[in-house]
């Protein structure tokens, strides 16, 4: 099975300040037509996770473009421009190459 | 309004069997592929399985394998996980989600049904 890990598991966040979130498979993700296996979800407190971000880098609909994606193979990193209060939450990254698919630990990310 | 709505939850003995359902509305299931994620309390996210648009590819995690299984009925847009043999670890939110016509990343979640397998 691919193992996920993350890093921090907990970011202290200060409103307006950039903040990043790095995600590592034990295998490459990417696909022999380009495309990363590897997504973004968000887990508001007290709600379903949503998806922010899919096949690496997409931003899926509804996502502010303060969010973006980046990475190949087995690095990727999920970085908010300017964090505001309501992105508190958990994000996990979540691997769908090869089943069984798997999440990351999580990394919470709080306000200062 | 797009949802999906989890149903079937309770408390149960270990060993015992449970049936979750999952119905849609305002989306259709028909072409795409249909996931169970559970949460247990306090814990992180756990995929448990995915059953394929047109029935033809089903996985599972291994944690379930042999002990849950997934079905669909397209014509009623609906979704069912059965669940035997539970165990203690089993307890759990579980969250039905629709995935993408091409890809497996998972778009529409449910708000989750809780299992809780206890004596």
């Known amino acids: 099975d691919i193992v996920m890990t993350q890093s921090p598991l907990s970011l202290p966040v200060t409103p307006g300040e950039p903040a990043s979130i790095s995600c590592r498979s034990s295998?490459?993700?990417?696909?022999?037509?380009?495309?990363?296996?590897l997504d973004w979800y968000l887990q508001k407190p007290g709600q379903s996770p949503q998806l922010l971000i899919y096949?690496?880098?997409n931003r899926a609909s509804g996502v502010p473009d303060r969010f973006s994606g980046s990475g190949s193979g087995t690095d990727f990193t999920l970085k908010i421009s300017r964090v505001e209060a309501e992105d508190v939450g958990v994000y996990f990254c979540?691997?769908?190459?090869?089943?069984?698919?798997?999440f990351g630990p999580g990394s919470k990310v709080d306000i200062k | 309004q797009v949802q999906l709505v989890e149903s079937g939850g309770g408390v149960v003995q270990p060993g015992r069997s449970l049936r979750l359902s999952c119905a849609a509305s305002?989306?259709?299931?028909?072409?795409?592929?249909l996931d169970w994620v559970r949460q247990a309390p306090g814990k992180g996210l756990e995929w448990v399985t995915i059953i394929s648009y047109d029935v033809t590819r089903e996985y599972h995690a291994d944690s379930v394998k042999g002990r849950f299984t997934i079905s669909r009925d397209n014509a009623k847009n609906s979704l069912s996980l059965q669940m035997n043999s539970l165990r203690d670890e089993d307890t759990a939110v579980y969250y039905c989600?629709?995935?993408?016509?091409?890809?497996?990343?998972?778009?529409?979640w449910g708000q989750g049904t809780l299992v809780t397998v206890s004596s």
């Open positions: 979540m691997q769908t190459l090869q089943a069984p698919f798997t």
């Open positions: 096949l690496g880098s």
């Open positions: 295998q490459s993700l990417l696909y022999s037509n380009g495309y990363n296996f």
């Open positions: 305002g989306l259709i299931f028909g072409s795409y592929g």
């Open positions: 989600v629709r995935g993408h016509s091409g890809y497996d990343f998972l778009i529409f």
